[in-house]
């Protein structure tokens, strides 16, 4: 599948203590295909319950992403963002610490009772998703599923975001990097 391909052999850069891949989805280096793009949201589309009020998602990677798996599932779209804004809504502030950031993420447009679908682009050390889920329930609101389109298993973050809150990860692809090429590959 079309996914599969664009991570296969991908280019990696270094990120702290890990490699990140470069790569058409993520990135947008090469530009995106749409084609590309519809795969990933149909198979996510696919994978989900949607058992929820609002679809929840990180800029700025995740957000193309969950743009395109709003329209499809017919819910509307919360984006929790790095900074906050000053119109005296209720945003809410959590620490994240993820595979090479730290600091705050502001989620806004989660009210209490939402059933909330958190989508991301990507899992690695669970930071990301740690963060986005205790902001829902800092909201008073519920996480009724967390969907991901590609996880790499070597940092564990998937494991540690269901044990921690005893909720499934549901993801796509998983993929590993070659310490010797420095290149992507796809596992399974
Ligand atoms: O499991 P984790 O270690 O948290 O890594 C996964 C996160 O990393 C990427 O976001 P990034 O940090 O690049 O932020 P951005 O989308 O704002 O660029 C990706 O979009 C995930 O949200
Ligand atoms: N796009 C990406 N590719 C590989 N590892 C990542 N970790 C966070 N984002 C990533």
């Known amino acids: 599948m079309l996914l599969e391909q664009v ?5 990696t850069v270094r990120s702290g203590k890990h490699r990140t891949t470069v790569n058409e989805f993520t990135d947008q280096i090469p530009a995106l295909r749409p084609e590309v793009l519809r795969e ?3 198979r996510l589309v696919e994978l989900g319950k949607f058992d929820s009020d609002k679809i ?9 992403l969950g743009g395109a798996v709003s329209l499809a599932a017919g819910l509307p779209l919360a984006v929790a963002r790095w900074y906050t804004y000053a119109v005296g809504h209720s945003s809410i ?6 595979e090479y950031f730290s600091g705050t993420l502001y989620v806004n447009g989660i009210e209490p009772g939402d059933r909330v679908t958190i989508v991301d ?8 998703l740690i963060a986005l889920v205790e902001a829902v329930q800092a909201a008073g609101a519920t996480v009724s599923e967390v969907l991901v389109a590609v996880e790499k298993p070597q940092n564990g973050g998937r494991e540690k975001v269901e044990k921690r809150f005893g909720i499934d990860v549901r993801t796509l692809v998983r993929i590993a990097v070659d ?10």
Do not use: C, F, H, N
């Open 7 to 11: 991570y296969q052999d991908a280019p």
């Open 40 to 42: 990933a949201t149909e």
């Open 56 to 64: 929840l998602v990180e800029e700025d990677k995740g957000a193309i």
């Open 93 to 98: 502030p959590v620490p994240i610490d993820s």
């Open 121 to 128: 682009d990507t899992i690695s050390t669970g930071g990301t």
């Open 179 to 188: 310490d010797t090429s420095q290149r992507a590959y796809v596992l399974d």
